[in-house]
């Protein structure tokens, strides 16, 4: 019977059915960050056991670190703290540990593809949201809370809910101007943020079967702001020719026996779906958020929408969002102020996504405005390396933005970057709920990197097409 990628691969990792009406999911990949495994250890230890998988394993830093120094111990006692705990654990448990000492950190959704351990036809988990980005592999990649994360820890596997499947097509070319980020933020915006509560997203059409491996990702990255427990895209030659040669890809004869599985793996084309979705990319605009989650977002030549336009059950949350936000309805997008402006982040903080703001900073026309603070912040170490050797450091800093180390940074501002008071910040990165920027008060917009330049070069929210001649 023809079946979709989940299906196989979930089938295909099923240990037993649990009583529970669950299935036992082997884990073919766990990751680990700092913030979400101390007590998943503690619990290990507290219960004598071991890792199961340790070759399985692997661990990174990323939620915690200072971008502007790498100098320990940490002036913060608790990420310090935290640090400590993970340098232990990785040591006790012989877990690899991609660390700043050895420039090999960065975020843990970054690090997994870079490294070639997110691989087609897994199963991946780690106690982050946005693990749904290794999902770009066609591999069924899942966030974990701390008592999962021990479960894993300790058997490998984990309890797990078969889903529905929602197979989003995205067909034609998209306009100038307009990125992966903005699809997946159109795509939120016309399903809502439960949309896809107790589905798998999969991502294809024309469109999707074009992007790069950088691109999928960004979109699989924010399957969870959808509602989806994970996101994915069918495995093809755009798959294979980035996962070749890298680091734990496999290799020689390996190399071809992975490919055969990996062709086997793809949804077939008699697959049922729950549901399919089918857009047009060409209707698809810069989007920008102006509420409180990812979908209360509108094109860049949109107005804050009025109350009366939502579902009944949404319109609470739509007054909350005018109301922390200061926006009216009616009240255009484009032309609001912005204090900080943030380029980074396990959805946007790739090579590529840092090469498309170069082609429009680099001549020296654009500055950031003096009120305006910019950081320009590596997704990984590995992309902090190759911006410094294409000069590209040089090309933000010259341009007036900062240019750090790499780590989660502002996104979720667990380490010093932080917005301050009622700051608005015009971000690149994947959530925009009340607070997540590190003040309590502070006010996120996301868009696409190019969009964040445009505000950060004109101080305002600004449509990147006209700021820079894009089309
Ligand atoms: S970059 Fe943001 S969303 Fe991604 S792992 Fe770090 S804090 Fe989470």
Redesign the pocket.
């Known amino acids: 019977m023809a079946q979709t990628l989940y299906e196989k691969v979930f089938d295909q990792h099923v240990v037993r059915q649990l009583p529970s009406g669950q299935a036992q999911l082997l884990m073919g990949l766990h990751l680990l960050?700092e913030v979400t495994s101390p007590q998943a250890f503690a619990m290990i230890r507290e219960r004598k056991l071991k890792v199961m998988f340790p070759e399985r394993t692997f661990a990174t830093v990323?939620?915690i670190v200072p971008t502007h120094t790498k100098l320990r111990p940490y002036q913060d006692a608790m990420a310090e703290a935290m640090m400590q705990s993970l340098e232990k654990s990785v040591k006790e448990f012989g877990i690899r540990f991609f660390s700043p000492a050895a420039n090999e950190n960065g975020?843990?959704?970054i690090i997994g593809p870079e490294r070639g351990l997110t691989q087609p036809g897994m199963t991946i988990c780690c106690g982050?949201?946005?693990t749904a980005t290794h999902g770009a592999f066609g591999a069924l990649a899942f966030g974990i809370g701390t008592s999962q994360i021990r479960d894993v820890l300790a058997t490998q596997t984990l309890a797990m809910e078969k889903l529905k499947v929602r197979r989003i097509e995205v067909d034609g070319k998209l306009r100038p101007g307009v990125y992966a980020k903005d699809v997946i933020l159109y795509v939120i915006q016309k399903l809502g943020v439960n949309g896809g509560v107790g589905y798998a997203y999969e991502y294809a059409g024309d469109l999707v079967g074009r992007m790069t491996m950088d691109e999928r990702m960004t979109i699989c990255n924010m399957s969870i702001e959808g509602g989806a427990r994970c996101g994915y895209v069918n495995p093809d030659q755009t798959t294979y020719d980035y996962l070749k040669g890298r680091e734990y890809a496999p290799r020689g004869a390996a190399w071809e026996r992975a490919v055969a599985y990996w062709e086997s793996i793809k949804s077939d084309s008699g697959a049922r779906y729950d549901d399919v979705i089918k857009l047009r990319a060409e209707e698809i605009p810069p989007v920008v958020t102006w509420g409180i989650t990812p979908a209360q977002s509108v094109a860049i030549d949109g107005v804050i929408p009025a109350v009366e336009g939502f579902a009944a059950d949404e319109r609470e949350s739509v007054k909350e969002a005018y109301a922390y936000m200061d926006f009216r309805p009616g009240q255009p997008i484009a032309g609001t102020k912005i204090d900080v402006a943030f380029i980074?982040?396990?959805?946007n903080?790739r090579l590529s996504d840092f090469a498309e703001v170069v082609k429009v900073l680099q001549g020296g026309k654009h500055r950031v405005r003096p009120n305006v603070r910019a950081l320009v912040v590596p997704?990984s170490e590995q992309v902090r390396q190759d911006m410094i050797a294409r000069g590209w450091d040089k090309v933000f800093t010259e341009a007036g933005f900062l240019f750090r180390e790499a780590g989660?940074s502002m996104?979720?501002a667990?380490n010093p970057d932080k917005l301050q008071g009622r700051e608005v910040c015009a971000s690149s990165?994947?959530?925009n709920f009340k607070g997540r920027q590190g003040s309590p008060q502070g006010r996120t917009l996301l868009m696409s990197p190019i969009m964040v330049a445009a505000a950060a070069v004109t101080g305002q929210v600004a449509d990147a097409r006209e700021v820079f001649g894009i089309g």
Do not use: E, K, Y
Not at 344 to 347: I, N, V
């Open positions: 960050h990323d939620h975020v843990v959704h982050d949201s946005h980074g982040s396990c959805t903080g997704g989660c996104c979720l667990m990165s994947n959530r």
